[in-house]
């Protein structure tokens, strides 16, 4: 079956020029017809003409299919690999995300534990604030009357 496009749609499907593809016209590379001054180039035959001959011996030759074999053998090991080492990778990640989370807790536990000894060292301050200044108060009121009389007497 021949499916036969214009030139422009050739040359948006293969991607060259409208020129260029005129050009190998001329030169009888592309199998064409010409209709209502309209240029038609046969699809399937205009594009093996375009695709270089390396490249069709490559892909038709029994080595270049071992050679695709093992491109392709070498990306999946590759592949394998890569997937090996993103699931090395999210372990390790999950393994330091638990000892973050648990030096968190514990530094979190110590700060509370901080936290009660301050409150508790300051209630003792406050005590020891009021005790001083029972203290002095009785001082002041003991030296106070002793001083009383001792200038009295004088």
Request: charged share 30%.
């Amino acid at each position: 079956m021949q499916t036969w496009l214009s030139v422009e749609e050739f040359s948006k499907l293969i991607g060259k020029s409208v020129d260029e593809i005129k050009l190998l016209c001329k030169e009888n590379k592309l199998s064409h017809k010409i209709e209502n001054n309209q240029i038609y180039i046969e699809a399937s035959q205009g594009t093996k003409a375009l695709i270089p001959i390396a490249k069709t011996e490559i892909i038709n030759n029994p080595q270049g299919d071992s050679l695709l074999e093992k491109t392709i053998s070498t990306i999946l090991n590759l592949h394998e690999r890569v997937l090996e080492a993103k699931d090395e990778t999210i372990k390790t990640l999950e393994g330091e995300n638990e000892f973050l989370k648990s030096s968190i807790l514990s530094v979190q536990e110590i700060y509370n534990e901080d936290r009660k000894t301050i409150e508790t060292l300051q209630n003792q301050i406050k005590i020891l604030q009021d005790e001083l200044e029972y203290c002095r108060k009785k001082y002041k009121l003991m030296w106070g009357k002793v001083l009383k009389k001792e200038v009295g007497n004088e």
